[in-house]
């Protein structure tokens, strides 16, 4: 399975280059976030390593390739999901680099300093989103799960901007909740438990691409 983990890492050698430019204009354009900003930066750059990676590997026809060799299913599959922690670990040691110069310069750009927490969250955030779309790639290919990822991605934020009409009066539960959220997410067993769900999440989603990916034709 090593080998193809390194056939992903050689795949997104190009969007190394192209990871800093995220990073740099995700940056900026979460300047308002806060301590959110590490976290939806590791979430949105990753799932574009996730996302390219799957682009590229159709591309250049890979999935034919390895259907034709020796190399059980559970294995392409699962080097996939094992990809998506080097992914984020690649984002998390380009944001560093990326903060350490923004704050050496000194200019208008500040970006949030790396924290346990925000990494845990990040981490966890990619994996779910990877988890909601490898299940639709192995079953049609990158091609027709284009279309769930657009519908995926649009429909989050369709929903977000449409959470204050859908609550036209803030329940009383919501204030303690988002006062109590920071202690939360900061105590380790609420890092645990988020854990455990995305660990969850992750096996689930590992079966169902599996077995959709086993009675796909190539």
């Not at 390895?66 to 559970?74: A, E, F, M, T, Y």
């Not at 998390?92 to 000194?106: D, N, R």
């Not at 990822?149 to 859908?166: D, K, V």
């Amino acid at each position: 399975m090593g080998y193809l983990i390194v056939k992903d890492l050689l795949l997104q050698k190009k969007m190394l280059g192209a990871a800093v430019l995220y990073v740099l204009v995700f940056t900026f354009a979460f300047q308002g976030m806060g301590a959110g900003q590490l976290i939806a930066i590791i979430s949105a750059v990753g799932y574009m390593f996730v996302m390219l990676g799957a682009a590229w590997e159709e591309k250049n026809s890979s999935d034919v390739l390895w259907n034709s060799l020796p190399v059980s299913k559970r294995k392409i599959v699962g080097a996939k999901y094992l990809s998506i922690p080097l992914y984020a670990l690649i984002v998390i040691i380009v944001y560093w680099i990326v903060s350490t110069v923004l704050s050496l310069l000194g200019g208008p750009i500040a970006a949030m300093p790396l924290d346990p927490v925000g990494i845990v969250l990040g981490v966890g955030a990619v994996f779910v989103a990877a988890s909601l779309y490898f299940p639709v790639f192995f079953a049609v290919g990158y091609t027709k799960s284009r279309y769930w990822h657009f519908i995926l991605f649009f429909g989050i934020m369709i929903l977000g901007s449409m959470l204050p009409a859908l609550i036209p009066e803030k329940p009383a539960w919501l204030d303690p909740l988002v006062k109590r959220l920071p202690e939360v997410t900061s105590d380790i067993a609420g890092l645990a438990i988020f854990g455990v769900f995305v660990a969850l999440w992750v096996g689930i989603s590992f079966v169902v691409s599996l077995r959709l990916y086993g009675r796909r034709e190539f």
